[in-house]
């Protein structure tokens, strides 16, 4: 995985700006640690930086293509395209003659033989720009599920883009402007494609395509999630997810560094670790490694909230034995956690503040310290959006409400019945941003959206509305998140369960085989019983974990009761202040509870941000 940025404008010489390009460039530096590389020419400009991954000596980017001498196409580009090796071995068929052993290339001559089509023939995770010479045309193209971010802005003669919002920030025709729009967004747990936090930019929306040349820009759709009949019975199902898992899981574990499986303990990821562990075993490998994140004491003190049931660290600790794997545990304490340091890293990763809090900064931690012994991790992203395991799909009182059932969800916990991490900010404010309002509109979209096959019942009807919202809303925030996270570190994740022939596949299975047994992800369960201990097969679903030390909360107030005793604080103006001091007064009880306890942690970030990144509030 990599970082990638570029200029187009055919009103200027970008041969004279070539400072700013490198500082567009280096902006993502963290996102590729091994090598950077820029090339410009007149009206274009391309950078990149690398994190290697497959042919280490190979795969250097910007990368050119050439006819008698003369440029044809140059690439930048960002991700994995898993089915590299047939499309060479193809292309190669057609005369292409390749200088390296990486998927790079691959992309390339894709695009010399295929042009913007070649992004139909692509499986994998990639975000990536080609500047064709002959036409004079810079091409930008994102993956299916948008695993892999793209920001971009027009400009009056041409285009801005890079791998995240800093990248175009470091260019000076670039200002922070977050309006109202904006700020729903901010605030929003279901995201709207295309959308972004700030005002002049925009995100490629996934699965999509844009061309820009001197008589304008072109954006186009190259694919959707489609309803097909479901003519396989529920065995033939299950055999066909398992042996698409195996099959995705064994492509996906191709790298030339080190790899390991983020191991939560829960059904997800343990399913790709077992599969992990077989293809390795059979192909003479060592044996997969494993991390799991845990806090001190978390697993001896723990208390069931409303969305965790169990400590994942038992579980992932069998689960590691049960497969014979290298297994580590990553224990953070409340230092850690409050460490000012790591908190504010984990926002800028995501050029944000988010409503998560801990669960962000722990996330970081963890993947940071993943990065020390491998380059590569695999995660269990994305079962519960395609299996239906989240528990409020099983909840007949949120199924049955008009709206989406997390935000649903949200109001039943006293610290978020105005919105997660909302709680603080003043009423005024939050009346402007109407984020109901902005919610309920989203909905209606969503259903019109929604890809239905015919003779659906009112229930199957109604489970396939919930599911394409998960994955067309839900599931951008949690991929985003865990891309910027993970690549602060140089760490690649990559979603098995991500693969759009799964998503697509299961996305048409009947809801009634998604729970056939009676539970959440009955078709992964049966798919992987054989691999699995009991004790994992039975255990609900249970969220990436939140601190559950009083300490922590105790330090979170002293540090928000000194930012409301700051008059300069930035956040001020949009705070219930009084509601803030009271926050803040109360050191025990529902204080502690984390739904309350993140509207202090979303305060602080959005303070952090609006001081770190200069930003103009216009609403």
């Not at 014979?324 to 224990?331: E, K, L, Q, R």
Request: glycine fraction near 8%.
């Amino acid at each position: 995985m990599c970082g990638i940025a570029g200029w187009v404008d055919f009103g200027r010489d970008l041969t004279e700006e070539r400072l700013t390009i490198d500082a567009m460039t280096d902006s993502l530096g963290k996102r590729g640690p091994d090598a950077r590389g820029v090339w410009v020419a007149p009206h274009a400009a391309l950078g990149h930086t690398r994190n290697s991954i497959i042919d280490l000596a190979g795969g250097v980017q910007p990368m050119a293509a050439e006819d008698n001498g003369r440029t044809t196409a140059v690439l930048t580009y960002s991700g994995e395209v898993y089915n590299f090796k047939q499309l060479r071995s193809e292309l190669e068929g057609r005369g292409h003659r390749f200088r390296t052993r990486s998927d790079t290339e691959v992309v390339l001559r894709s695009y010399l033989e295929w042009g913007v089509d070649c992004a139909l023939r692509l499986e994998g995770m990639f975000a990536f720009a080609v500047w064709d010479q002959r036409t004079e045309e810079l091409v930008l193209i994102r993956d299916r599920m948008g695993i892999k971010p793209l920001f971009y802005k027009a400009l009056p003669e041409g285009l801005l883009f890079g791998s995240e919002p800093k990248a175009l920030f470091a260019n000076p025709l670039v200002k922070a402007t977050v309006d109202a729009d904006g700020l729903r967004e901010l605030f929003s747990t279901a995201k709207v494609a295309g959308q972004s936090v700030f005002r002049e930019l925009r995100e490629l929306p996934p699965g999509h395509t844009l061309t820009i040349g001197r008589k304008g820009a072109k954006l186009r759709r190259y694919w959707a999630l489609e309803a097909r009949e479901h003519t396989d019975d529920l065995d033939t199902t299950i055999a066909t997810v398992r042996g698409m898992l195996e099959e995705i899981v064994t492509r996906e574990l191709v790298a030339d560094v080190p790899l390991c499986t983020a191991l939560s303990g829960g059904i997800d990821s343990s399913s790709i670790t077992a599969l992990a562990a077989i293809a390795r075993a059979e192909a003479g490998d060592e044996a997969v490694r494993t991390i799991t994140a845990t806090f001190v004491g978390y697993s001896e003190n723990f208390r069931p909230d409303d969305q965790r049931d169990t400590p994942d660290a038992p579980y992932a600790a069998e689960l590691a034995r049960h497969v014979g794997a290298d297994h580590t545990d990553i224990v953070l304490g409340t230092a850690d956690l409050i460490d000012p340091a790591a908190r504010e890293a984990a926002i800028i990763a995501q050029d944000m503040p988010t409503m998560l809090g801990d669960m962000d900064t722990s996330l970081y931690l963890m993947l940071r310290a993943t990065r020390e012994h491998s380059t590569v991790a695999l995660t269990g992203e994305t079962a519960d959006e395609i299996f239906g395991g989240f528990k409020w799909l099983h909840d007949e009182e949120l199924v049955g409400l008009d709206t989406f059932p997390w935000i649903a969800a949200e109001k039943r916990q006293q610290g978020s019945r105005n919105g997660q991490g909302r709680g603080l900010f003043g009423a005024g404010f939050l009346d402007k941003l109407d984020m109901y309002g902005y919610y309920a509109d989203n909905y209606r979209q969503t259903r019109a959206e929604t890809p239905h096959q015919d003779g659906e019942s009112p229930r199957e009807h109604r489970m396939r509305e919930l599911s394409y919202a998960h994955l067309s809303r839900w599931l951008p925030m949690l991929l985003d998140r865990g891309d910027r996270l993970a690549m602060a570190s140089s760490l690649e994740t990559r979603v098995p369960f991500c693969d759009h022939r799964l998503v697509e596949y299961v996305y048409n299975t009947p809801w009634e085989y998604k729970i056939f047994d009676g539970r959440e992800k009955s078709l992964l369960r049966a798919a992987t019983k054989d691999l699995l201990p009991k004790s994992i097969l039975d255990r609900p679903k249970s969220p990436y974990p939140v601190t559950q030390d009083p300490t922590y909360t105790q330090a979170l107030h002293r540090e928000f009761s000194a930012v409301l005793s700051d008059s300069n604080s930035p956040i001020l103006p949009f705070l219930d202040v009084e509601a803030a001091w009271q926050a803040v007064k109360d050191p025990t009880g529902v204080a502690h509870e984390w739904h309350s306890r993140s509207n202090i942690e979303m305060a602080l970030g959005f303070d952090f941000w609006l001081r770190h990144y200069g930003v103009e509030i216009d609403v």
